[in-house]
């Protein structure tokens, strides 16, 4: 199955940009995660330093306690207790802050501010006994006492971080292992995808130069052609006319030959040299009208812009019905006119059209019957329709299209008079206006013409 180069180009960029707007995501999912766990770390991290900080500071003040009691050195009593629980209480306040998205850390601080607040209490109560130069043994016990409880604590804290921790390193080394794959895969899809576009596209517009340095070949041979094709066309009509005049002139003669040898000898001549020379003469006005015919066929549908113009169909069938009024008079006939639209047209050639098929309705009349010709219009967006009825001899439907053929004729010359160039003509006017022309018939019924035309005549005004 073929599939179209535009469909695949198409299909390329969808699939492009499916794999970037989806690496994207991923991108982005996997960047936040990272992050998310980077923080985390960060928070764990900066917990567990907190928590031994105050370990540290708790430790230290005991063994400032423990130093002065040893070596009555005043210096192990600086910083003092006050101002070490003091600095203990920034961190435990540090500690709340990072903790403040973790309930089971929040309840582990409430615990640790409790004993905090009772290792303050014994420190500086120490520190007061070592001023006066007191000894109790029973108060370091209880220090190391609650300093326990506070270290178990402090790990149960640690404890909780550290499993965080692991559990988000975990999750770090994860999608630190996917990200690079992640983005290498999606980058070699898109760079793939934009490569076979790339080619795909380069194919295309070298192809399409090339189909266009053959339009404008084929362009101009069909100029080429289309000038000596109007030449052609200009000698043709020119020799049409050259040879109907010339033709014309021996049939001149002929007739006037004839016409003397019949004034001067007709009594002489004897019976059958008479008919012969009547048999003569209406071949030469046979030949006169076919001539003509043929040079009306050679000039019939020539129609250029500058000849197009908007033509009252209505009034045009009244002065073709007037030029014929004799003849309509003869055959008692009667014209029901409808009215018609305005349309863009030649009026000499729309003329020639509605005299060449009102003729024929007359020549063809039914001799039993009055003859009767309704013209009516129907019209659908652009186009329109004229339907020319009459209730003449008619035709079999089996010769609709032969009737508009060149010398064709469906009567012999003793019937009928014409040379079977009429509706050959009509067919040639109608094509050059870019319409169309059919013919309906039923054998002593009538004949039905039906011209389908353009209301606008776009190809010219192009």
Same mark, same amino acid.
């Given at each position: 199955?073929?599939?179209?180069?535009?469909?695949?180009?198409?299909?390329?960029?969808?699939?492009?940009?499916?794999?970037?707007?989806?690496?994207?995501?991923?991108?982005?999912?996997?960047?936040?995660?990272?992050?998310?766990?980077?923080?985390?770390?960060?928070?764990?991290?900066?917990?567990?330093?907190?928590?031994?900080?105050?370990?540290?500071?708790?430790?230290?003040?005991?063994?400032?306690?423990?130093?002065?009691?040893?070596?009555?050195?005043?210096?192990?009593?600086?910083?003092?207790?006050?101002?070490?629980?003091?600095?203990?209480?920034?961190?435990?306040?540090?500690?709340?802050?990072?903790?403040?998205?973790?309930? /089971?850390? +929040? $309840? %582990?601080?409430?615990?640790?501010? =409790?004993?905090?607040?009772?290792?303050? #209490? !014994?420190? @500086?109560?120490?520190?007061?006994?070592?001023?006066?130069?007191?000894?109790?043994?029973?108060?370091?016990?209880?220090?190391?006492?609650?300093?326990?409880?506070?270290?178990?604590?402090?790990?149960?804290?640690?404890?909780?971080?550290?499993?965080?921790?692991?559990?988000?390193?975990?999750?770090?080394?994860?999608?630190?292992?996917?990200?690079?794959?992640?983005?290498?895969?999606?980058?070699?899809?898109?760079?793939?995808?934009?490569?076979?576009?790339?080619?795909?596209?380069?194919?295309?517009? /070298?192809? +399409? $130069? %090339?189909?266009?340095?053959?339009? =404008?070949?084929?362009?101009?041979?069909? #100029? !080429?052609? @289309?000038?000596?094709?109007?030449?052609?066309?200009?000698?043709?009509?020119?020799?049409?006319?050259?040879?109907?005049?010339?033709?014309?002139?021996?049939?001149?003669?002929?007739?006037?030959?004839?016409?003397?040898?019949?004034?001067?000898?007709?009594?002489?001549?004897?019976?059958?040299?008479?008919?012969?020379?009547?048999?003569?003469?209406?071949?030469?006005?046979?030949?006169?009208?076919?001539?003509?015919?043929?040079?009306?066929?050679?000039?019939?549908?020539?129609?250029?812009?500058?000849?197009?113009?908007?033509?009252?169909?209505?009034?045009?069938?009244?002065?073709?019905?007037?030029?014929?009024?004799?003849?309509?008079?003869?055959?008692?006939?009667?014209?029901?006119?409808?009215?018609?639209?305005?349309?863009?047209?030649?009026?000499?050639?729309?003329?020639?059209?509605?005299?060449?098929?009102?003729?024929?309705?007359?020549?063809?009349?039914?001799?039993?019957?009055?003859?009767?010709?309704?013209?009516?219009?129907?019209?659908?967006?652009?186009?329109?329709?004229?339907?020319?009825?009459?209730?003449?001899?008619?035709?079999?439907?089996?010769?609709?299209?032969?009737?508009?053929?060149?010398?064709?004729?469906?009567?012999?010359?003793?019937?009928?008079?014409?040379?079977?160039?009429?509706?050959?003509?009509?067919?040639?006017?109608?094509?050059?206006?870019?319409?169309?022309?059919?013919?309906?018939?039923?054998?002593?019924?009538?004949?039905?013409?039906?011209?389908?035309?353009?209301?606008?005549?776009?190809?010219?005004?192009?």
């Amino acid at each position: 199955m073929h599939i179209p180069v535009q469909k695949k180009i198409r299909l390329g960029f969808f699939i492009a940009f499916t794999v970037i707007i989806v690496a994207s995501i991923c991108s982005f999912l996997v960047t936040k995660t990272l992050l998310d766990n980077a923080r985390w770390m960060n928070q764990t991290i900066e917990i567990s330093k907190s928590l031994e900080v105050i370990t540290k500071q708790l430790k230290d003040a005991e063994s400032a306690l423990r130093g002065y009691r040893l070596t009555q050195d005043t210096t192990f009593l600086r910083p003092t207790m006050q101002e070490r629980s003091i600095k203990i209480e920034e961190e435990y306040m540090l500690l709340r802050r990072i903790t403040a998205d973790s309930r /089971r850390q +929040q $309840l %582990h601080l409430d615990t640790l501010k =409790k004993l905090l607040e009772k290792k303050y #209490q !014994q420190l @500086i109560a120490g520190e007061a006994k070592l001023s006066v130069r007191q000894t109790d043994t029973s108060a370091v016990q209880e220090g190391e006492k609650w300093m326990d409880k506070i270290d178990l604590k402090v790990q149960d804290m640690l404890h909780i971080e550290n499993a965080k921790l692991h559990q988000k390193s975990r999750l770090q080394d994860f999608f630190s292992a996917i990200w690079i794959p992640v983005i290498f895969i999606s980058s070699l899809m898109a760079i793939l995808i934009g490569i076979y576009s790339y080619v795909t596209l380069t194919r295309e517009f /070298r192809l +399409q $130069l %090339h189909i266009e340095s053959r339009l =404008k070949s084929y362009q101009h041979d069909l #100029q !080429q052609n @289309i000038k000596l094709l109007n030449k052609s066309n200009e000698e043709l009509e020119q020799f049409a006319y050259v040879a109907s005049h010339d033709l014309q002139e021996p049939l001149r003669k002929i007739s006037t030959f004839s016409d003397r040898l019949q004034t001067k000898y007709g009594g002489e001549l004897p019976q059958e040299a008479s008919d012969l020379i009547v048999r003569m003469v209406g071949a030469v006005g046979r030949m006169r009208v076919l001539i003509n015919d043929l040079l009306l066929f050679s000039r019939a549908g020539r129609i250029t812009p500058e000849h197009i113009e908007k033509v009252d169909m209505t009034q045009v069938l009244q002065e073709v019905t007037g030029d014929l009024e004799v003849s309509l008079q003869e055959k008692k006939a009667t014209v029901h006119i409808a009215q018609l639209p305005v349309i863009e047209g030649m009026p000499t050639a729309f003329h020639q059209l509605f005299q060449n098929i009102i003729t024929n309705a007359i020549k063809f009349a039914d001799p039993g019957r009055q003859l009767v010709i309704n013209i009516r219009a129907e019209q659908e967006n652009n186009q329109c329709r004229i339907y020319i009825e009459d209730n003449g001899i008619g035709f079999d439907p089996a010769y609709a299209e032969r009737i508009f053929l060149l010398f064709q004729r469906l009567h012999g010359m003793s019937e009928y008079s014409g040379t079977g160039i009429g509706l050959a003509i009509c067919k040639k006017i109608i094509d050059s206006h870019h319409g169309h022309i059919t013919a309906l018939g039923s054998p002593g019924k009538g004949a039905t013409f039906i011209i389908e035309l353009p209301l606008t005549q776009t190809l010219y005004n192009e």
